[in-house]
Nanobody, 128 residues
C-alpha cells in the first residue's frame, strides 16, 4: 500500500522559509518521479517542482525558480521542498505525489493526471 506522510507546513510572514517533507512507503522508491503540487482556493492544482529519484533530475515552475529547492533522501524514502523568500501568492495546500508508471517521462511532470499517488496535503500560509 502506497502511503505518504507530509509535514512542515505552517504560517509564515513574507520573506520567510519553510521546509516540507514527504515520507513515502509501500513502493520501490528508487524508480519514480516525485512531485510537489499546490492548490489555492478557487484555483487549479499546479506543479511546483519535481525530482526523478533515479537520476535526481529536478524541475521547477517558473514562479518558484531560485526560491524553492526539491531534494531527496533515498535512505529515508523522503522528498523535501525547501521554500525560501516566500510570498503571499505561495499560500496554498501543498501536496506530494508519485508517478510510478513513467507517464511523466513522456507527458511531463506538470500535469497532476500524470501522477498515480497523492499525499493528504499540508497547508502553507504566507502573510504580507
Amino acid at each position: 500500500q502506497v502511503q505518504f506522510v507530509e509535514s512542515g507546513g505552517g504560517s509564515v510572514q513574507a520573506g520567510g522559509s519553510l521546509r516540507l517533507s514527504c515520507a513515502a512507503s509501500g513502493y520501490t522508491y528508487s524508480s519514480s518521479c516525485m512531485g510537489w503540487f499546490r492548490q489555492a482556493p478557487g484555483k487549479e492544482r499546479e506543479g511546483v517542482a519535481a525530482i526523478y529519484t533515479g537520476g535526481a533530475s529536478t524541475y521547477y515552475a517558473d514562479s518558484v525558480k531560485g526560491r524553492f529547492t526539491i531534494s531527496q533522501d533515498n535512505a529515508k524514502n523522503t522528498v523535501y521542498l525547501e521554500m525560501n523568500s516566500l510570498k503571499p501568492e505561495d499560500t496554498a495546500m501543498y501536496y506530494c505525489a508519485a508517478d510510478l508508471s513513467g507517464r511523466t517521462v513522456i507527458a511531463g511532470w506538470t500535469r497532476p493526471a500524470n501522477f498515480d499517488y497523492w499525499g493528504q496535503g499540508t497547508q502553507v500560509t504566507v502573510s504580507s
